[in-house]
């Protein structure tokens, strides 16, 4: 099955400064990658995706690239705010009529972030 | 995240408790699922269910016992739970995948359960 690695667990950035988390995965059919982001006390909130047809995706502040080659993809988060201070999930998910994991995401360990003012 | 709701959102129970956690979704979606959440772990994929049908049950003990009677409500049935059942349950939906809609999932706020 699918596996995802992502790095690092923890990320301390000033305001203003960008912050950075990888994400890799194992199976090379996966074609849909999310970024969740979880504030204290909520479920995870989807706050953008990419599929494999694309390399890079951005809206505003956030974008997210993926290689498919490498098989890792980012989240980079531009000009930090305090209120970005949560836990950052990646997630695979393939979804080919073939596959077993239809549909199934796979998320990583998660990245607490701390966006210190 | 309104569009997700859980209930309830805490819950303390001993291991001999019988007690359900319920979820609903307002979204339209046909499938749904439940993962668990605990500290230091990815999410883990506990049960999903598409068109009230369960396609995945992710080698999940019996003692948690889904039920999914319309598209829009989830139930987990929980019954002799042990302390390291303590976690963060979490519900979310998504439109079907297999006709060929989004993968996107949302979540609930999960309910927080804690098994003395």
């Known amino acids: 099955g699918e596996n995802v690695e992502q790095h690092p667990s923890t990320l301390s950035v000033q305001e203003g400064d960008s912050a950075v988390i990888k994400c890799t995965y194992s199976d090379s059919a996966s074609n849909y990658f999310p970024w969740y982001k979880q504030e204290l006390g909520k479920g995870p909130q989807l706050i953008i995706d990419i599929r494999s047809n694309v390399g890079e995706k951005k809206d505003q502040r956030i974008a997210v690239t993926l290689n498919k080659t490498a098989k890792h993809f980012s989240l980079h988060i531009t000009e930090t705010q305090p209120e970005d201070s949560a836990v950052y999930f990646c997630?695979?998910?393939?979804?080919?009529?073939?596959?077993?994991?239809?549909?199934?995401?796979?998320f990583g360990q998660g990245t607490i972030l701390t966006v210190h003012p | 995240e309104t569009g997700v709701t859980q209930t309830p959102r805490h819950l303390v129970m001993g291991m001999t408790n019988k007690k359900s956690l319920k979820c609903e979704q307002h979204l339209g979606h046909n499938a749904m699922y439940w993962y668990k959440q605990s500290a230091k772990k990815p999410l883990e994929l506990m049960f999903v269910y598409n068109f009230k049908e369960q396609t995945e049950n992710n080698s999940v003990p019996s003692r948690f016992s889904p039920e999914c009677p319309n598209s829009s409500h989830l139930f987990l049935h929980l019954h002799t739970l042990q302390p390291e059942d303590s976690a963060l349950y979490l519900c979310?939906?998504?439109?079907?995948?297999?006709?060929?809609?989004?993968?996107?999932?949302?979540f609930g706020p999960g309910t927080r359960l804690l098994v003395l």
């Open positions: 997630a695979a998910s393939t979804n080919s009529a073939g596959g077993t994991s239809y549909g199934k995401l796979t």
């Open positions: 979310a939906s998504s439109q079907d995948p297999l006709a060929g809609g989004l993968e996107t999932q949302y």
